[in-house]
């Protein structure tokens, strides 16, 4: 069996399973381990633990109980095992893939697909089906979609929906951060 994502017109198609946790490991990337966004220095935050849940919140994302401070630090880690995947290093993918045990099940009532041991304890899950996620959009083909912002002095991440597959900036300040630095270096030339 093939399987044709991304096939209708060259927009890309990623069902709400990767997506959902496409995203995530974006968020995860983005909250945890960046140190420069926008032009200026990121500090990490002074409680990770109220930074995650605030940011988790915004995004949609609902938990069945509150991250404690552990819960937090593990997610860091997660986080800068996962960011080497949006420069294309597929090796580091492959280990956090192994370490948190992604294995493809069914479980709950009604059956969903997961690719975290039933047992997992919130963090493995998270990664595993984070890692996972992110290994499907690059094993059909889209790895490109998997970007890190060009502008100087940005370190986020994002996921390229666009058709073709073209963005390259994290959002509209850093491209015109990057077009305004571009015009005045042609005006000093």
């Known amino acids: 069996m093939t399987i044709e994502?991304?096939?209708i017109?060259?927009?890309s198609q990623i069902d709400s399973y990767v997506g959902r946790w496409a995203e995530l490991a974006v968020l995860l990337v983005?909250?945890?381990s960046v140190a420069r966004a926008h032009?200026?220095?990121v500090d990490p935050p002074a409680d990770r633990r109220a930074a995650l849940e605030e940011a988790l919140t915004r995004q949609g994302w609902t938990l069945g109980r509150?991250?404690?401070?552990a819960d937090a630090d593990r997610l860091a880690g997660v986080a800068a095992e996962l960011r080497p995947a949006f420069t294309g290093d597929v090796a580091t993918l492959n280990e956090a893939l192994v370490r948190h045990a992604a294995v493809p099940n069914l479980h709950g009532d009604p059956p969903v697909l997961a690719f975290h041991a039933p047992g997992a304890d919130l963090v493995d899950a998270w990664a595993a089906d984070a890692a996972t996620a992110l290994a499907m959009v690059i094993g059909v083909g889209q790895g490109r979609r998997l970007r890190s912002c060009e502008a100087d002095g940005c370190e986020l991440v994002?996921?390229?929906v666009t058709?073709?597959?073209s963005r390259r900036f994290c959002g509209l300040s850093c491209q015109n951060r990057?077009?305004?630095s571009a015009y005045r270096a042609r005006r000093r030339a």
């Open 5 to 7: 994502a991304w096939r």
């Open 9 to 11: 017109t060259g927009q």
């Open 30 to 32: 983005n909250e945890l």
């Open 39 to 41: 032009g200026r220095p």
């Open 66 to 69: 509150a991250l404690t401070g």
């Open 158 to 160: 994002f996921m390229d």
């Open 163 to 165: 058709r073709n597959a």
């Open 178 to 180: 990057a077009k305004a």
